[in-house]
């Protein structure tokens, strides 16, 4: 059986080949380390799904508007 690793799910900007921020899902991973964002300087957060739904929740309500004009 293959070893799974992290499913890409997002690119954000993808016009380049330079290591662009990512967003896996890892089914091997549990709990508070399911979900990672990777960057473009090899550094990456963890967070539990629940985090990341909040976060998509906040995203989709306006809550993070502010902090793109700030």
Wanted: aromatic share 6%; net charge negative; hydrophobic share 35%.
């Amino acid at each position: 059986m293959p070893e799974s690793g992290p499913e890409p799910i997002a690119t954000f900007c993808g016009d380049c080949d330079c290591g662009c921020p990512r967003l896996f899902v890892d089914p091997a991973e549990t709990g508070d380390r399911r979900v990672r964002i990777t960057d473009d300087f090899g550094q990456r957060i963890q967070m539990s799904v629940e985090q990341f739904r909040d976060l998509v929740a906040q995203a989709k309500s306006g809550l993070l508007d502010g902090a793109l004009t700030a």
